[in-house]
């Protein structure tokens, strides 16, 4: 089996298994990316898996606990020109049809990335450490996907509302499927 890194922002979101490495990043693009970065140097693994769970907008007609596949994160909170920084990073497409096989009935998207909840704009669906997680694989040279379940509408402030314990289930049912089928990628 490939050697798999597993990262999820917090313990409630990280499946452990057999056969695949786990890593709690933290909350958040910057902690995520400098955890992320360090754990690459310590643990060399050829890919990487991010999972957690993420709000959509209403508009996407994703409800919780919907699993959504990203193509591509965007990092929403930079406003420079990408001769600067990046801003996106694109998934392998290798990888994204990897995962529609372990995942048949999960919809494919661009995940957007803030330090705020609401902060994103022109993503259907907003998390708070993807693009962090998959920019450290991509300065590593390491294939990483972002796969997230839905908990919440965007729109929704009030939090009693999120649907927290379904995407945790939803997210953590669906990582041994998906890293057995990555690794034969």
């Known amino acids: 089996m490939t050697r798999v890194l597993v990262v999820a922002a917090t313990g409630k979101e990280l499946a452990v298994g057999d056969g695949w490495l786990t890593l709690c990043c933290g909350v958040g693009p910057v902690e995520a990316a400098a955890i992320t970065a360090s754990a690459i140097a310590r643990t060399t693994p050829r890919l990487i898996l991010h999972v957690g769970i993420a709000g959509a907008r209403r508009a996407a007609a994703l409800q919780p606990p919907a699993l959504v596949i990203g193509d591509e994160s965007r990092y929403c909170d930079l406003s420079v020109p990408a001769t600067l920084a990046p801003s996106v990073v694109h998934v392998p497409e290798h990888l994204v049809a990897s995962a529609r096989r372990a995942l048949p009935d999960a919809v494919v998207r661009a995940i957007g990335t803030s ?13 708070m450490e993807g693009f962090g997680v998959l920019r450290a694989a991509q300065l590593a040279g390491v294939p990483a996907l972002e796969v997230r379940a839905i908990s919440n509408a965007i729109e929704d402030a009030d939090r009693s509302l999120w649907k927290f314990d379904d995407a945790f289930a939803a997210v953590i049912a669906a990582t041994p499927r998906l890293v057995s089928e990555l690794s034969r990628a």
């Open 115 to 127: 330090a705020t909840i609401g902060g994103t704009s022109g993503c259907d669906v907003e998390a």
